[in-house]
């Protein structure tokens, strides 16, 4: 495990909670190369997002948004959670 899934099962709960979490499942998987550009604006975006997320959130993210192996993963992730049990 990476350091970044620390933090998948809170985004997760949160994507969930408000209805995002196959939107975002999606728009990660078909984006592909483009996640790299979003990793970068979210380190640009860091002095902002910090007043709403933790820094050590938002660095993880734009970790997790270079490696397209986590961007897969983290998917993955988010789909096996909205399966229903």
Do not use: C
Not at 50 to 72: C, I, N, Y
């Amino acid at each position: 495990m990476n350091s970044n899934q620390n933090f998948w099962q809170t985004w997760a709960e949160a994507l969930q909670r408000w209805g995002l979490d196959n939107l975002v499942a999606t728009l990660l998987e078909a984006t592909g190369p483009l996640n790299f550009l979003g990793a970068q604006l979210v380190y640009l975006g860091q002095p902002a997002i910090k007043q709403f997320f933790p820094l050590e959130h938002s660095t993880a993210l734009a970790g997790m948004l270079e490696d397209p192996e986590s961007v897969r993963e983290f998917s993955a992730y988010l789909r096996n959670r909205s399966k229903p049990s």
